[in-house]
């Protein structure tokens, strides 16, 4: 029997199918499937993650694959080796071997009597990632993918290095990676489950030891980054970002590049899928996906090829705030490519300001807390993360402004700064933000960028500076789509500091800037949309009993006897106990950078992660604690790992690593 293609199909869930690799590894996977399959073979559709498909994705898996699986699809969640109920160790992310992992569970799905032998995978972040990346090993049955929220340089754009500066999001998530890999199985669904805990949290890797140990763009970030070869990606690409997120850059880039069919979204959000994102307005996604699906696993003409090459919102500029819930603006929506081709209009930097003429000689010398209302590199936890109010930050830096605009102003693309500047040390770094001003003063951040200036020339092999030594410097801003209303003007903000979103150099600078320029990719937009997405569809939410309520908090100290400033997050995730199998889980994520203005060496990030879960009077936990500081030449770490089972510690682990400073 053939289904016809609006029709929905009865479907099962398989919560732990097993796949055994070709070294005896189980992979466990959560299937939702027709239950006619067998009977009338589906495409399958495979989300490969380290996040626990049990207790850690189940909330969006719910909202997602069901709806997939009704229109025909067997939809598919592995947990990876060494992750949720999966066997092994992982070592590190996106190894060869969690590829090579990836192809065979392809295969294998491929293979099966109710598969009608394509296969398509959808991720977002780690998923999204690595999609991309098994693309480029072009596994036969694999005819298209989905990738959200991804990237296609790991050094560049990921969360370890921006701009050849160290991101503190790299002990950040190291900290977070520490606590999620360190869990156990569920208990109900492996019988050597305890076994399986202590192998984990022996062998769980610290892994900003391992990224520390890589300052620069060589060989252990060119693996996976699939801008080494864009031809290797064969598949059909959809590509999905949002404003909101730290990867803004790949959707463009995905779509100048690639030479496989490719389409890109960019949207207001956050890191989410965008039919349950924030900020609004949401799209129909799953719609979307399915057109995509069903045109490049189904052979169905569903008009995904004639759609245009790249739909972005570009949002109205509004008042800075940690928090939006929905942002106005419209969907444009350009035919072929992304921005490339969009005209640009150059603005000189002058001592009278921006597109002043004249000459331009100002000297930067920030505070290290410079910085403070950046908000998260990767906004993703739901509270208060977007960049605040930018006065307090531009009180800091060298501010150069225009004149109010006579008519909006559209930016769509990526800025890109030309600078002519020097330095009083042989290390320095520059943050550059572009900023909208507003008629009583306050700054929104439109985009920004940094840059570790002793990689000028490149991030493969850094120079220090001579200093005194004048420099022509070039800086892409992050891509954008934003209004800037008639009437207000632009502020573009140069800093020598951006704490604490990266690590400062190991001394104070001062930079001299001398000369330089703007390019603004501009385009002219209407008032209404150039496209229009379905509403936001969905399955039931996933059903549990809160146990303790989640809570988001974010806040500045500054201690008046040091002089120290501190900046305290704390998000707690709740409890709650899964309805259906009763597996209970929550956890607490504690971070604190502190800083004083005055001295870089006294920078310091600690991290503290709380992991629960348990059912049948069973209660594990474990406390992953991680911290780090630098002297003039080392970095230094500090991690420690405790496990406990019902109240009883059962393991600890305590780490600490001293790595050379290469130009950072």
Known sequence: MTSTPNALREIEEIPDLGITLSDGCRLSARVWRPVDAPDDPVPAVLEYLPYRKRDGTTVRDALTHPWFAKRGYACIRVDMRGNGDSEGLMADEYTQQELDDAVEVIDWFAAQPWCSGNVGMMGISWGGFNAL????MQPQALKAIITLCSTADRY???????????????????????????????PALRDNWHEMWLERLENEPFLPSVWLRHQTRDAYWRHGSVCEDFGAITAATLAVGGWGDAYKNTVPLLVERLDAPVKGINGPWV??????????????????????????????????????????????GVRPARWYTERPGRWIAEPKGATAHLQTQTLSLGNDGLGADGPLDIKVRSPHHCGMESGEYCAIWLGPELPGDQRPDDALSACIDGAPLAQDMDIVGAPRLRLRLSADMPQAQIAVRLNHVHSDGASTRITYGVLNLTHRDGHADPQPLEPGKSYDITLDLDHIAYRVPKGHHLRLAISSAYWPLIWPSP?????????????????????????????PDAEAPWATETLRQGSNARRTETDQVTGEVHLVI????GLVRDSDHGLISGGIAR??????????????????????????GLHLRTEARCEMWSDRDRFHLRATLHAYENEKEIYSREIEDSIPRNHV
């Open 133 to 136: 990346q098994v693309a480029a």
């Open 156 to 186: 560049a754009d990921d969360i370890h290095y921006k701009g050849g500066c160290l991101l503190n999001e790299n002990l950040g998530w190291g900290a977070t990676m520490w606590s999620y890999s360190s869990r156990a199985p569920d």
């Open 271 to 316: 890191h989410k899928y965008p039919h349950f994102a924030v900020p609004e307005p949401r799209i129909g996604f799953l719609q979307e996906a399915l057109r995509w699906w069903d045109h490049w696993l189904k052979g169905r003409d569903t008009g995904v090829t004639d759609d245009p090459d790249y739909r972005a919102y570009l949002m109205d």
């Open 507 to 535: 001394e104070t600078a001062e930079l001299h800037l001398t000369g330089g320029e703007v390019a603004l990719p501009l385009r002219p937009s209407g008032q209404t949309d150039e496209y229009a997405f379905p509403p």
């Open 570 to 573: 704390e998000d707690d995730f």
């Open 591 to 616: 971070e604190r950078w502190s800083i004083h203005p005055d001295d870089p060496l006294s920078a310091r990030g600690t991290c503290h992660w709380t992991k629960e879960m348990g059912r049948d």
